[in-house]
């Protein structure tokens, strides 16, 4: 099966950070469409960070944008969010995504979604 496992979150104080990871498995991360999303308690699913099938477009959600990092490693395809200057408001589950779709640009993934959902870790920042 194709399946991805998010891991590296955890509890940090306001201004902290932490590196957020997930692992690919039955797939190759370059040839797909991937990213980060998030999810907090009563509130909608967001895409926070994804790169185009390409590999040449980012996006990132303007709440994120100068704060969060996201990155690839193709040897050990495996997909990060580096998260940095963190805030209360960015609590939530994240959570890789990755899609097999082709052509689209890294603003059409975190906006429409993904086909394929890894498991989700959850990420807290106290104030």
């Known amino acids: 099966l194709m399946s991805a496992a998010g891991a590296g979150g955890g509890l940090v104080q306001a201004g902290g950070s932490l590196r957020l990871s997930c692992a690919a498995s039955?797939?190759?991360?370059?040839?797909?469409?991937i990213g980060w999303f998030r999810q907090a308690p009563g509130k909608e699913r967001e895409g926070v960070s994804c790169i185009g099938s390409s590999g040449r477009s980012t996006y990132y959600a303007d709440s994120v944008k100068g704060r969060f990092t996201i990155s690839r490693d193709s040897a050990a395809n495996t997909v990060y969010l580096q998260m940095s200057s963190l805030k209360p408001e960015d609590t939530a589950v994240y959570y890789c995504a990755a899609d097999p779709r082709t052509h689209y640009s890294g603003d059409f993934y975190c906006r429409n979604g993904m086909h394929l959902w890894g498991e989700g870790t959850q990420v807290t920042v106290s104030s």
């Open positions: 039955g797939f190759t991360l370059d040839y797909f469409g």
